[in-house]
């Protein structure tokens, strides 16, 4: 009889600590970190495309790579604006232009440059938050920031930084079959994901590249002149 008793109280402890280390678990998925932010954030995901945005006292400009690979800042959104942020792991990104498929980069001395393929010394960049919701990045390797004002200056923390390098990120306005682009040969890159591109291997880098806008394709852009700077050294 007691053996006939004490069978369902069994069966209630056993459903009840089931009941807690179910709970439990909850809270503790709940309360880890997310282990990336740029993965978990809108922004950071690799199917959006953007347009990334700058703005002075008369204009709003637009980081832009070029088909030969030259980085610019214009005042028109166009295919060749149109950018992808990937993250490469917790805290490093890469920039990667979707019509031009040309990643951006930075070298020792804060010149910017693009590349076919993502090198890891010069392509990936930090990214920060800033309290009054702008974004800036700053090169992994050597801490300078992205600036379509071309002055080379060091991110640091709590110091004043150039108007050119505060930047929003603008959802994508260019229809989607203006992005097409022909893949050379030896070159198969997915937009969607183009760190897959991190492996040695033959690249193109614009600093051998010409000046030529030749192929650029200039979209109308509300009935307002466009213009276009290619960045320099200063």
Not at 18 to 33: E, V, Y
Not at 37 to 49: C, T
């Amino acid at each position: 009889m007691r053996y006939a008793l004490s069978k369902p109280h069994m069966l209630r402890s056993s459903v009840l600590a089931l009941c807690i280390t179910a709970l439990q678990g909850f809270r503790s998925t709940d309360a880890a970190p997310n282990p990336s932010p740029l993965l978990g954030s809108s922004w950071g995901n690799p199917r959006r495309y953007i347009h990334l945005q700058t703005t002075s006292d008369l204009n709003n400009f637009y980081l832009e790579i070029s088909p030969n690979g030259h980085v610019r800042k214009t005042t028109n959104r166009g295919s060749y604006s149109v950018i992808l942020l990937k993250a490469e792991s917790r805290d490093r990104l890469a920039i990667f232009g979707v019509k031009s498929n040309r990643f951006l980069c930075m070298d020792a001395g804060g010149t910017l440059f693009t590349s076919t393929v993502c090198n890891k010394e010069d392509c990936l960049f930090h990214h920060k938050l800033l309290e009054n919701h702008r974004d800036v990045y700053y090169s992994t390797k050597h801490g300078i920031l992205l600036n379509l004002d071309g002055a080379k200056q060091v991110f640091i923390a709590g110091q004043n930084l150039p108007q050119f390098s505060l930047f929003l990120s603008e959802k994508n306005t260019v229809p989607l079959e203006r992005l097409q682009h022909r893949e050379r040969r030896n070159r198969q890159v997915n937009p969607s994901d183009p760190l897959n591109a991190l492996r040695y291997g033959e690249a193109s880098d614009s600093r051998a590249a010409q000046e030529d806008d030749g192929d650029l394709d200039f979209e109308p852009s509300e009935g307002q002149n466009i213009s276009r700077e290619t960045l320099v050294p200063k």
